[in-house]
């Protein structure tokens, strides 16, 4: 992630990512503040699961880029 906060390191964000069920759904929910708040320079161009990134404005922080 190149998110900067104030008073924050750069890259980290110290929220719930909000995932559907972390240990057997790694899927963001809708409302997930990863979405769209990472960068996409030196990603891979899919996701876990084939999903193209970005598919939004940005890319998603983690495994998984949320498709709507």
């Given amino acids: 992630c190149e998110r900067e906060f ?3 390191e750069r890259g ?6 909000q995932l559907v ?3 057997r759904d790694p899927h963001l929910r ?3 503040p990863a979405i769209d708040a990472g960068t996409c320079a ?3 161009a ?3 699961e084939g999903d193209p990134r970005p598919t939004g404005a ?3 922080i983690g495994a998984d880029e ?3």
């Fill in 6 to 8: 104030a008073g924050r």
């Fill in 12 to 17: 980290n964000l110290s929220l719930d990512p």
């Fill in 21 to 23: 069920n972390p240990r």
């Fill in 30 to 32: 809708a409302t997930s």
């Fill in 42 to 44: 030196g990603v891979p």
């Fill in 46 to 48: 899919s996701d876990f």
């Fill in 58 to 60: 940005a890319c998603d």
């Fill in 66 to 68: 949320h498709v709507p």
